[in-house]
C-alpha cells in the first residue's frame, strides 16, 4: 500500500521555504517602492529646477534693461528687477523674489515668484519644494548686460533632504 501526503516535518520544511521565499518577494517589493520613491522626487527636483531657470533666462533675455533700485545682486535671497513689456507691449516692470506662501511639514517653504506689473505674482514651482538660495549677479560690459542666477532647490517631502543647485547666465538681448 502507498502512502499519501506529506509528513509533518515535510510540511514545516515547506513552510520555512515559503517564509524565506514570501520575505525576499516582500522585502524586494519594499526596496523597489523606495527606489520608485526617490527617483520621483529627484525627478521632482530637476523639473522644478529646469522650469525656473528657463523662465528667468526667458524674462531675462525679453527685458530692455535691469532695473538696479527694484533688485539685490550678490545676496540671497536675492531680487531681480527687469524693465520689460507686459503681454499688450506696455512698459512693465518683471520681479522675481522669494516669498513664503506655504508651510510644508512644519517648515516656511520660500518660493520663486514673478510678477508682472500689477498682475498677481506666479508661484514657478511646487510648494514642497523650497527654494534655499537665490543669487542674482549683474554683469556689465562697455557693449552688453548679464545677469548669472544661482538657485538652490530642497525636497521639503518625506525622506532624506534632497537638495539641487542650478546656475545660469543670460544675457539681455536689447543691451547688444
Known amino acids: 500500500m502507498k502512502n499519501r501526503g506529506y509528513t509533518l516535518v515535510e510540511a514545516l520544511i515547506y513552510l520555512v521555504i515559503l517564509a524565506f521565499l514570501s520575505y525576499a518577494v516582500v522585502s524586494s517589493l519594499l526596496v523597489m517602492r523606495q527606489s520608485f520613491f526617490a527617483v520621483r522626487r529627484t525627478q521632482s ?9 528657463e523662465r528667468l533666462v526667458r524674462e531675462i533675455r525679453l527685458a530692455t534693461s535691469t532695473n538696479v ?3 539685490t545682486f550678490n545676496s540671497s535671497p536675492g531680487k531681480l528687477g527687469l524693465n520689460s513689456a507686459d503681454s499688450s507691449d506696455n512698459p512693465a516692470l ?3 523674489v522669494l516669498s513664503n506662501p ?3 511639514l512644519g517648515v516656511s517653504s520660500q518660493i520663486v515668484t514673478l510678477q508682472i506689473g500689477d498682475a498677481l505674482a506666479e508661484n514657478l514651482h511646487p510648494d514642497y519644494i523650497n527654494a534655499t538660495n537665490l ?3 549683474l554683469i556689465n560690459t562697455s557693449h552688453s548686460q548679464a545677469v548669472k542666477i544661482e538657485l538652490t532647490l530642497a525636497d521639503l517631502r518625506a525622506g532624506p533632504v534632497l537638495s539641487g543647485k542650478f546656475y545660469g547666465t543670460a544675457v539681455l538681448r536689447s543691451s547688444y
Request: net charge neutral; glycine share 4%.
Open 94 to 96: 518683471v520681479q522675481f
Open 45 to 53: 527636483l530637476q523639473e522644478a529646477g529646469t522650469v525656473v531657470m
Open 135 to 137: 543669487v542674482f549677479r
Open 69 to 71: 533700485v527694484a533688485s
Open 102 to 104: 506655504a508651510v510644508v
